[in-house]
């Protein structure tokens, strides 16, 4: 019986954090005040060795990207655009947000990051930051790769983790 085997890499540094501002949407009628976290991420890669450098992925381009990906929106107020209880419109230099139809805030258009996520929890910020991973590996012919896994810490102890088969 042929055996399977693979290999695993992580990545977590000092550098691939993001410190950042949200609040999230509670279900029922509670949305949580602005408040910021210093996030940090570990990327995890699995996969069949690459047969020349026998490694699963090169870590400097690894940390390269989690870098340019967290560096996308560190220091900035994260906004869930597809949350149904709130609009968001952008309009040339302000964004600004309501909840259940009555306006709380506006943010200047520099200092947002929109994202494409129904709500701004780690779960939700780590299943992003998988598919920004996934699109730039796709690009870079990483076919060897089986599963990519995000985890985003909020606090100490307080985290979660986005897991996705890439087969
Ligand atoms: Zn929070």
Redesign the pocket.
Known sequence: MASRAEFRVSVTKDNIVFASA???TFPGHRC?TL???NYRTRVVLEGDLDPEAHYVFDFVELKHLMKRLTDEIDHKVLLPLDNPKLKIVKQGESVSVAYEGKPRYVFPTGDCALLPVPN?TVEMLARYLAGRVRAELAASDAVRLSTIEIEIE?NFGQSATYRESLK
């Open positions: 949200h609040f999230i949580e408040h910021g976290h701004t909020e």
